[in-house]
């Protein structure tokens, strides 16, 4: 699945992301093309549409490995004639024009086609299309026909009159990472500008992929749509208006699958109706009533099945009844049932595709999450708090001057040269904006503004004894005249900042500032140390600060900021509500002292930070901690007054505090909940750490200055003057910019358990350790106490162990045993399943022995059969989900025959338990303590089960390989000789193996898992629904019973209707309801029916006279949750993959990966090594049309096919370069109508299956002719091949191959193969049916001797 994301913007207009997959909020900066920032955004997966500032349209998509790359297609058209020969002008007047398209529709020459705006560029000139269904046209890449109706040839004859080729160019999309404008003349005409926008649409089948509906209102209320928003085309074609029949509207939403829901200018809502897979945008609008007398709505926000409302008073409203899967059965699922008023004021709401909920506050502009959202309860329970705090430890340096000079904008600072970058940042993130900057007063903030700073050099003599160098910075600040008093009024020194503040520990960038050596001595830079002098210089009145004439601006000496540490304070418990606003904060996390954290020293800032051009990584802290306020004691006497001498005594303290080398850390509590709002939360500190709490514990609060881990807060120290008077700096108020949200969007953040999202996750302390403030208690004990621990556990060990280790046990050997009631199926002329007893035997310790035994009666006499645990190769469960309580045992003599032992249990979860048990107790012999060694072979079963045979020492034959499973859920996997294994999911995603072990039916705590990780697979269900034709019934499942099911799958199990169908094992889960599937061989009417004259008959779109029975096709998606050795690999979702034969010679040399993505694009992946199995990113290998199949052979020869069955092989490959130099086409092609779809290289040998199931061999493959002269036929009934490093073949083999009636799924390996004989003689089981994939790719077999040849089948 691709990365989902919560986009926000803030009050700035800079754009926010926060991913699914991390804690990391990550600003969109340099994104800009003319620096309009937005003011509202509608996102989805590819990327966002927003609205700047200046009301135009602009589109944001997301940089992929992949770009896009659109063909552009014309045909050349001409006629034969006597005299001049083939020529276009030679063409009739009822022919086709020159150029034209594959039809032979329009006027197409080369010089038409244009960019469709600045956003594209071409990718190379225009080419001739050789290719010709698999094969090469004829020179000049002509193609022939007697006419232009009939059919075309690739080569000519002497009754060909007409000709065609095709002419191909590529144009690819580079507004990638950027807010691109969207440039429309014709809404530039009529003067609209828009107001709000909406985007949604991507589910609506049988639509091109990527397309999206983007619906805009303009500032007159006229709704417009844009057409043509495809992968293919992000940007579209055109707006189009849609009449709202005289309702204008000022806020518009869309839903996954279509739905449109608008609110008009009088606060009603309005849905578009008919909305369906042929009328995308629907067709009419229908009025909702209010959801009550005096409410009008003011937002709306669509999910997949459920509506949301904000009213002008900014309360919330929940809509029932909506089924955006379901608009087909009417407009009773497009339009809901009844409002349901929700607890809680926000000002904002935002709906994922999967139904969650965020909103903004409705004063404080915090996000909250609605918890309990589930498919049962849409509603959900809480309101919960999301608190985002920022850490900018690991700011990147690209965007640290964006952020700073955004800051200093909405701070009034214009003249930022003065500033340091690493202070301005620290200095303008808590600064005051005016009131119509922010939307705040200015009342909560000290009356004056900062407009000047710099840094200068504390004088030693000043230094108290023991201190520290401290970094400072020198202000000179206009105040208006105000009193000590005055000032402790409005600025409380009581108080401090509660929540977690983190600092810059960027790099300091190059810029134009005083600052020119950016390099620090002890933390004191050379300006500094020379600033002394410049101290005194006059202070002036900033120009944007307005001063009364009554007021006289006096001229304060520059103060000194300096960081000190103050002790750990008791904290306070403040209840948070949505829509309450604190007058001193939100959620009073603001105070009067700003917190600044600090690095270790300013010399080595940003060494460990990796730039991005970009984009700057912002860090945020994300958590959902209760935000408790972290305040000093005092009294309200004290806040409100506050003398000199106080403030004296706590600057005294302050200073003595830099000597002090702790950190300090806040007590963190739980807030109570109130008005439904429910704020649990963890504190999470960086990048994935996560720390845990003690009792007695705070926040770990980081200074800015030269010593590690030295807390404190921002105090406020005069240079040393004569009666000056001591003011406080600043005070943080609400309008910090980060922090002041003004719009976010889910429609791209796509989660179903939100407890799987580590921003989502709650902070809950266990009860047993847990304080009453709900912190960890942990017990630390001394050295001391510990050596007597140990050393009186070993006088234990020798007194009652050591001492009698060498006493013969009075029990020499012991043995457990397992009873369980089964039934058996006993193979013979009248197969059957017989009741019996299964009795497992193995004894204690190390010991292999062991037996299983199975007791049945028969015929009335009681008999049992049993079987040594050495001689069982195998154990697994039945593919077919069918029988899923059947556990399959393997042998080696059963594996010959094809008659396993098959063992039915009574549920899952006994059938899980003995696979466990079986597997463990061989967990010695099969190596399943371990990791997978290098040249095992991977395979994997129908079910997706791993299975892997590790590397043998001497030939074995291939009924007495041993196959051991392993955690994780694939449909293929390919390996090499180095190790390295990549997996292909049902979903398509990619996972890498990382060297673990276990998992799946082992428990992962296990002794053998280790390293095993939560990997997750999505698959779809089918199911027919049947029906047949009646005289007087018309279509109708009731007679469908006499010639089919009423409702049936692939396999034609039959069911009573579709929610019958079931899960493939109880471990998979349903993520989505049915749903009609219109995308099916053959096409489908309106309501997803095929036709047929009878149901062994090919079925078609439309009825025909003689068609009497129809079906439909329904889906359903269910997912799964398992572990195993895995990490799943970011990437492009693939459909085939392939990793180099040939053997590396040292850990850190490159490795050739090639893969094909779900859209037929080539890739070749850069960076592989043993080290780094994963590698780093993809190279794009352009085709002139997509492919379905790869291969990397020895020598790093690359095969692949194309979707029309054609063969390509690619020269130049290298480790070095990876991408080859070009695609060079096979021929000839195998006999007509055998379209290759599966292909395998060996070290020398090609081998490929084509759609009918057959096997094909290359033959004469030499270095100076590596493509081979022609394909040679082997076998059929085959479903796929692996070919390995030494030419070995192995094959899943179809039902009824050869003399196999057991199938499908049987694996089979190639004897025989030998220079003479490349193609083999015959085929040897390797194990029976049930499998799905093989990989041979890895495997070095050793040699085989004479007397140990298998007996061979025929072919």
């Not at 035997?841 to 022995?849: F, K, N, P, T, V």
Request: hydrophobic residues 35%; aromatic residues 10%.
């Amino acid at each position: 699945m691709s990365e989902s994301r919560l986009w926000l913007v803030n009050t700035n207009g800079n754009v926010f992301t926060l991913s699914t997959k991390h804690r990391r909020m990550r600003q969109l900066v340099k994104t800009y093309h003319d620096g309009v920032k937005l003011k509202r955004l509608a996102a989805c997966q590819s990327g966002a549409w927003g609205i700047g500032h200046d009301h135009q349209i602009y589109i944001f998509v997301h940089s992929t490995e992949v770009p896009i790359r659109v063909q552009e297609t014309t045909y050349e058209n001409q006629r034969w004639s006597p005299i001049s020969g083939f020529s276009g002008s030679n063409l009739l007047p009822t022919d086709r024009s020159n150029w034209s398209d594959e039809h032979g529709n329009g006027f197409f020459p080369k010089e038409s086609f244009t960019l469709p705006s600045q956003h594209w560029e071409w990718d190379g000139d225009w080419e001739i299309d050789d290719n010709f269904q698999g094969q090469i046209a004829s020179r000049g890449g002509w193609q022939y026909a007697t006419n232009f109706p009939r059919p075309w040839t690739p080569e000519s004859t002497w009754k060909s009159c007409v000709r065609k080729r095709k002419w191909i160019r590529f144009r690819r999309f580079t507004a990638t990472d950027v807010w691109a404008k969207i440039f429309d003349d014709k809404m530039k005409e009529s003067g609209d500008c828009f107001i709000d926008i909406a985007v949604g649409g991507f589910d609506i089948p049988t639509q091109p992929e990527g397309h999206l509906c983007v619906w805009g209102v303009t500032n007159t209320g006229q709704v417009y749509v844009r057409q043509g928003v495809t992968y293919d085309c992000p940007e579209g074609k055109e707006w189009r208006p849609v009449s709202t029949e005289n309702h204008g509207l000022i806020n518009i939403s869309v839903g996954p699958t279509g739905l449109v829901w608008g609110v008009t200018w009088d606060g009603q809502a309005l849905v578009r109706l008919n909305v369906n897979r042929d009328y995308v945008y629907g067709t009419s609008w229908t009025l909702v009533t209010y959801p009550d007398e005096s409410t009008r709505v003011m937002q709306v926000a669509l999910g997949l099945n459920t509506l949301w409302a904000l009213s002008r008073e900014g309360k919330v409203w929940y809509r029932k009844g909506i089924q955006g899967t379901q608009l087909l059965t009417g407009t009773a699922a497009a339009t809901g049932s009844t409002w349901v008023e929700m607890v809680g004021e926000m000002a904002h709401i935002a709906v994922t595709p999967c139904d969650h909920v965020f909103a903004l506050g409705l004063n404080e502009n915090e996000i909250y999450f609605r918890s309990g959202v589930t498919s049962s309860d849409l509603g959900g329970k809480t309101w919960q708090l999301l608190s985002l705090k920022e850490n900018t430890s690991v700011l990147q340096q690209d965007s640290f001057s964006s952020v700073m000079s955004d800051s200093l904008t909405e701070s009034g600072l214009e003249d930022s040269s003065r500033f340091s970058s690493l202070v301005a940042s620290q200095m303008t993130k808590y600064m005051p904006r005016t009131g119509s900057e922010s939307g705040w007063s200015e009342s909560s903030s000290v009356a004056g503004s900062l407009t000047h700073a710099k840094l200068v050099n504390t004088p030693v003599s000043d230094k108290p004894a023991g201190a520290r160098n401290g970094f400072c910075m020198t202000l000179a600040t206009p105040i208006q005249k105000t009193s000590l008093g005055q000032a402790g009024d409005a600025v409380p020194p009581s108080r401090t900042v509660s929540g977690t503040e983190a600092i810059v520990s960027n790099k300091v960038r190059e810029s134009k500032s005083v600052i020119q050596d950016r390099s620090f001595n002890n933390g004191v830079t050379d300006e500094m140390q020379s600033s002394n002098s410049r101290d005194t210089a006059a202070n002036q009145c900033d120009e944007e600060t307005t001063c009364d004439k009554e007021d006289v601006c006096c001229t304060m000496p520059p103060v000194q900021v300096c960081v000190t540490s103050v002790e750990s304070s008791e904290s306070h418990v403040n209840n948070h509500q949505p829509g309450k606003f604190s007058p001193v904060g939100v959620g009073d996390k603001l105070s009067t002292k700003s917190v600044i954290s600090s690095c270790d020293n300013l010399d080595s800032l940003g060494s460990s930070v990796t730039s991005e051009e970009n984009d700057g990584i912002i860090n945020f802290v994300t958590d959902l901690l209760s935000v408790s306020s972290v305040t000093e004691k005092s009294d309200d006497t004290d806040t409100n007054d506050v003398s000199a001498e106080d403030i004296s005594k706590r600057l005294e303290q302050d200073k003595l505090s830099d000597a002090q080398d702790t950190r300090e850390i806040t007590n963190t509590t739980n807030r109570p909940s109130s008005l439904g709002v429910s704020d649990n939360s963890s504190v999470l500190m960086g990048d994935g750490e996560s720390p845990v709490f003690t009792q007695g514990e705070s926040v770990p609060w980081v200074t800015i200055g030269p010593s590690t881990g030295v807390s404190g807060t921002i105090s406020v120290r005069s240079t040393p003057s004569i009666d000056q008077e001591v003011i406080p700096m600043f005070e943080m108020t609400p309008a910090m910019p980060r922090y002041s949200w003004a719009w976010l969007n889910g429609m791209a953040c796509a989660f179903d358990d939100p407890s799987k999202i580590t921003w989502l996750q709650s902070y809950q302390a266990e009860s047993d350790d847990a304080t009453p403030q709900g912190n960890k208690t942990k017990v630390k004990i001394s050295m001391a106490l510990r050596a007597d621990f140990l050393q009186k556990l070993h006088m234990r060990n020798t007194r009652e162990v050591e001492n009698f280790k060498y006493i013969e046990s009075a029990v020499q050997r012991t043995s457990w045993l397992k009873k369980s009631n089964m039934k058996w199926y006993m193979f013979g002329k009248r197969p059957q399943w017989q009741d019996c007893s299964v009795e497992l035997e193995q004894g204690h310790g190390d010991s292999e022995e062991g037996s299983l035994t199975i007791h049945y009666t028969f015929k009335g006499k009681p008999m049992h059969t049993q079987v040594c645990l050495q001689d069982i190769v195998c154990v697994k469960q039945v593919s077919d989900y069918h029988e899923r309580t059947t556990v399959v045992i393997h042998t080696t003599d059963t594996v010959k025959s094809l008659q396993p032992w098959l063992l039915k249990l009574a549920s899952e979860s006994e059938v899980e338990d003995w696979v466990s048990l079986l597997c463990t107790v061989n967990a010695v012999r099969w190596k399943l303590n371990q990791p997978v060694p290098t040249g095992s072979v991977w395979s994997t079963t129908m079910r997706g089960d791993i299975f892997v045979h590790p590397p043998d020492k001497v030939h074995v034959k291939g009924h007495e390989m041993h196959w051991m499973q392993q955690g994780g859920h694939l449909k293929l996997l390919e390996t090499s000789t180095c190790g390295i294994t990549w997996g292909v999911g049902y979903d398509h995603t990619v996972w890498t193996y990382n060297g673990g072990f276990g998992g799946g039916i082992f428990k992962a705590t296990s002794h053998l898992s280790n390293q095993v990780f939560l990997q997750m697979d999505v698959r779809t269900v089918l199911v027919y629904e049947n029906q047949k034709w009646l005289p007087v019934f018309g279509y109708s499942n009731r007679g469908v019973e006499m010639v089919g099911y009423s409702w049936s799958d692939k396999m034609s199990q039959r069911y009573d209707s579709k929610e019958e169908v079931q899960l493939p094992s109880s471990r998979w889960q349903w993520v989505s309801d049915w749903r009609l599937d219109y995308e099916v061989d053959g096409g489908t009417d309106n309501n997803g029916w095929q036709h047929a004259s009878s149901f062994q008959r090919p079925f078609h779109q439309g009825r025909g006279m003689r068609d009497g029975v129809r079906r439909r096709k329904w889906m359903r998606k269910c997912r799964l949750e398992t572990v195993g050795p895995w990490m799943s690999c970011d990437s492009v979702p693939l459909m085939d993959v392939s990793v180099q034969v040939d053997p590396v010679t040292s850990t850190d040399e490159p490795v050739v990966l090639w893969a094909v993505g779900t859209n037929g694009n080539v890739l070749s992946r850069l960076g592989v090594t043993m080290e780094n199995p994963q590698g780093d990113s993809w190279i794009h290998i352009a085709t002139d049309q997509p492919f379905e199949a790869v291969s990397v052979g020895g020598t790093h020869r690359v095969w692949a096919l194309a979707r029309d069955g054609s063969a390509w092989y690619r020269p130049g490959v290298t480790q070095y370069n990876i991408s080859g130099t070009c695609w060079l086409q096979v021929v000839p092609p195998p006999p007509s109508g055998c379209l290759l779809r599966h292909i395998s290289v060996g070290a020398t040998a090609v081998w490929a299956v084509d759609t009918r199931g057959n096997l094909w061999f290359r033959h004469d493959i030499t270095g100076t002719f590596p493509e081979g002269t022609r394909w040679g036929y082997v076998c059929n009934s085959v479903r796929s091949v692996s070919a390995g490093p030494q030419d070995q073949v192995w094959i899943i083999a179809d039902s009824n191959f050869m003399k196999n009636k057991r199938g499908p799924g049987v694996i089979y390996r190639r004897v025989g193969i030998s220079d003479t004989c490349p193609t083999g003689t015959s085929w040897e089981i390797v194990i029976g049916s049930g499998w799905e994939y093989v990989s041979v790719r890895g495997q070095l077999e050793p040699g085989e001797e004479a007397a140990d040849l298998p007996i061979k089948e025929p072919l």
